[in-house]
Structure formats: C-alpha cells, structure tokens
C-alpha cells in the first residue's frame, strides 16, 4: 500500500477501536415501564432487563411483601431512583388508576405496559367451580383489560405511541388437561390484545403478547395449587415436571424468566417498532412440536 494510504486505514482502525469502547447508548433510556406482577419470578426479570437498557420501572403487584424483597434485590444493582413499588390488585379499577397516577407523579408518565400479574389454578371441567373459573377470568381476563385500557387512556393523552407485552401462555393456543378455566382466561389475553393493536395502531400504540412455555423455576405459581394440580395430572413432582416439559420440546431446552424477559425487552423496545397483533412463544419449540 502506498504509505499515506496505510496510515489513513490504520488512522480509521484506531478511532473504530475507540468508538468501540465508547458507552453505547442505553435503548430504553427515558423509557418509563409498569410492570404488573412485577414482585414475581416473570415480572422482576423482566423489570430487571428493562433497567439494564436505561429504562425507569414501576413494578405494580398484590404481594407488598413481595415487593420489598424484589425492590431491594434490584436496588443492590441499579440506582433507587429508578426503580419504584406500588402495591395494586389488577381486579380493581380504582386501584390500577392509583398506580397510574403515581406513574405519573414519580416519573411523568409511562409508555411501557408489561401486563404480567397472574395466577394459576384448574381442574377437570366437572370439579371447577364457578368461582374457580371467576377467579381465573377476573385476574387474567379482566386484569389484562383493566390494566390496558388505563395505558391507553395514558398514551393517547401523551401523544407518543406506547408499547403494550403481555405475558399470556403457551395455554392460550394449547389445550392443557384439566385446566379449561385457566387456558380459556388465557386465549382470552392473546384476542384482547390482538383488538387493542388493531385500535391503537393509529396512535402508534403497539400491543404484543409473549407465551411462555412453563417456567418452574424462579415462579410462585410453581409452588401453590397449580403445581399440586400438575403433579396430580401428569403423576409425577417438580422436577418430574420440569424433565416432562424438557423433553417434549424440540429444542429440549427449560424456558426461564430471563428468556420471557428478553422476548418482553424485545416487544417493549423500538427494535420491534414494526410489530404488533403479533406472539413471540419462549417456548423452546414445545407448542408447534405436537409431542404431548
Ligand atoms: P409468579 O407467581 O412468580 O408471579 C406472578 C405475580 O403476580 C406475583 O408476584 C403475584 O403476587 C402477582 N399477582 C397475582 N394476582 C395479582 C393481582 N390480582 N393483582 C396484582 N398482582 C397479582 O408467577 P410467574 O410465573 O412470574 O407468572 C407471571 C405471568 O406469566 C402470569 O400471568 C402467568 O400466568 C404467566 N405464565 C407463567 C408460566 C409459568 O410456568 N411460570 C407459564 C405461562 C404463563
């Protein structure tokens, strides 16, 4: 190469190297996040996530006591400032209007919904009580709704777009036996929200739904009735469970937290700008596999 050539490439290698180690910007800096269920196992990791792209997060759960141990394990790595708990029921309207409002009063406002908070509950369809199949639809179902249509009311008066994740299931495009109450709450998200993109597109107000495959570890629901009824079903304990679940994907793989909360960073953040109506299932392969 002719001398004043090879030193411009050398030049242009050495500020490449430079720009390299340069602080990359953070892709959720100014985000602010409600994530509902944010003091369980599917709800922190993704709160977790979010606050490592630079995004402030309200984490909106039942549990008080749950969250104080979530937000203090969180505090240990990002600053208190941005993090914040408000403790709200998604049944109850005023209640998900309350946490709203301290959105706003914490940090102006909000332009991220992770719709998260659950629980799981079933039997076969003869034993399911109507208050079992309530208690399904109301915190699922209707919590879902209730806690959309307050970011709706919020993005549309911000003016900027939003993104809605909802943290659906696997069982809401799969039948699973003896829970009927629990994958028909379930679908019901995965529609909910598939209407919501159709009326907030406009807006520019995103809705996207992530289906995790079971995840037993790291979850609450794994530690309750839902795993008495899956043990009971499938006749075997919880890490019986886990191998059960294990195998019968393709990829052969267990899902965890951080996998849903890396698929929930993905929808939230603008690198999904193009997306909406749409699923991302985290897993491993095990819906499309037929191998139940
Ligand atoms: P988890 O029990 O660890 O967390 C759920 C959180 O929701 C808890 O902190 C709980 O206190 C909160 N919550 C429950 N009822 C509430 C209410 N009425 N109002 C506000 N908060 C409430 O469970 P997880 O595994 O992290 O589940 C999160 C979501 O993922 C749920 O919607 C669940 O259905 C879904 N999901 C979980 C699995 C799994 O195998 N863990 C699989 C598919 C889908």
Request: aromatic share 8%.
């Given at each position: 190469?002719?001398?004043?050539?090879?030193?411009?490439?050398?030049?242009?290698?050495?500020?490449?190297?430079?720009?390299?180690?340069?602080?990359?910007?953070?892709?959720?800096?100014?985000?602010?996040?409600?994530?509902?269920?944010?003091?369980?196992?599917?709800?922190?990791?993704?709160?977790?996530?979010?606050?490592?792209?630079?995004?402030?997060?309200?984490?909106?759960?039942?549990?008080?006591?749950?969250?104080?141990?979530?937000?203090?394990?969180?505090?240990?790595r990002y600053s208190k400032d941005v993090v914040r708990t408000v403790t709200m029921d998604v049944t109850d309207e005023a209640g998900v209007a309350a946490a709203y409002a301290f959105a706003a009063v914490e940090y102006g406002g909000s332009d991220i919904l992770v719709s998260n908070a659950g629980i799981a509950s079933s039997a076969p369809?003869?034993?399911?009580?109507?208050?079992?199949?309530?208690?399904?639809?109301?915190?699922?179902?209707?919590?879902?709704?209730?806690?959309?249509?307050?970011?709706?009311?919020?993005?549309?008066?911000?003016?900027?777009?939003?993104?809605?994740?909802?943290?659906?299931?696997?069982?809401?495009?799969?039948?699973?036996?003896?829970?009927?109450?629990?994958?028909?709450?379930?679908?019901?998200?995965?529609?909910?929200?598939?209407?919501?993109?159709?009326?907030?597109?406009?807006?520019?107000?995103?809705?996207?739904?992530?289906?995790?495959?079971?995840?037993?570890?790291?979850?609450?629901?794994?530690?309750?009735?839902?795993?008495?009824?899956?043990?009971?079903?499938?006749?075997?304990?919880?890490?019986?469970?886990?191998?059960?679940?294990?195998?019968?994907?393709?990829?052969?793989?267990?899902?965890?937290?951080?996998?849903?909360?890396?698929?929930?960073?993905?929808?939230?953040?603008?690198?999904?700008?193009?997306?909406?109506?749409?699923?991302?299932?985290?897993?491993?392969?095990?819906?499309?596999?037929?191998?139940?």
């Amino acid at each position: 190469l002719p001398e004043q050539e090879a030193f411009d490439i050398e030049y242009w290698l050495l500020e490449e190297a430079k720009l390299q180690r340069m602080p990359k910007p953070k892709s959720l800096a100014g985000r602010v996040a409600l994530v509902t269920g944010g003091a369980g196992g599917i709800g922190a990791a993704t709160a977790d996530r979010y606050l490592s792209e630079g995004a402030c997060v309200v984490l909106a759960d039942i549990d008080q006591t749950a969250l104080g141990a979530t937000l203090d394990n969180l505090a240990g790595r990002y600053s208190k400032d941005v993090v914040r708990t408000v403790t709200m029921d998604v049944t109850d309207e005023a209640g998900v209007a309350a946490a709203y409002a301290f959105a706003a009063v914490e940090y102006g406002g909000s332009d991220i919904l992770v719709s998260n908070a659950g629980i799981a509950s079933s039997a076969p369809v003869e034993e399911t009580t109507l208050e079992l199949w309530n208690k399904n639809m109301s915190i699922l179902s209707t919590g879902y709704f209730l806690v959309s249509r307050e970011a709706f009311k919020l993005f549309r008066a911000q003016g900027m777009g939003g993104s809605v994740v909802f943290v659906a299931s696997k069982n809401g495009l799969a039948a699973s036996p003896n829970a009927s109450a629990y994958c028909t709450a379930k679908a019901s998200e995965i529609h909910l929200a598939r209407c919501l993109a159709l009326e907030g597109a406009e807006a520019g107000i995103r809705v996207n739904v992530v289906n995790p495959d079971a995840v037993l570890r790291g979850s609450k629901i794994w530690e309750g009735d839902w795993l008495e009824q899956r043990a009971s079903t499938y006749g075997t304990d919880k890490e019986g469970l886990e191998e059960m679940y294990r195998n019968r994907s393709m990829l052969k793989r267990s899902v965890l937290p951080e996998d849903i909360a890396e698929a929930a960073y993905f929808l939230a953040s603008d690198k999904s700008a193009k997306s909406t109506g749409n699923i991302i299932n985290v897993d491993a392969g095990n819906v499309q596999a037929f191998t139940r």
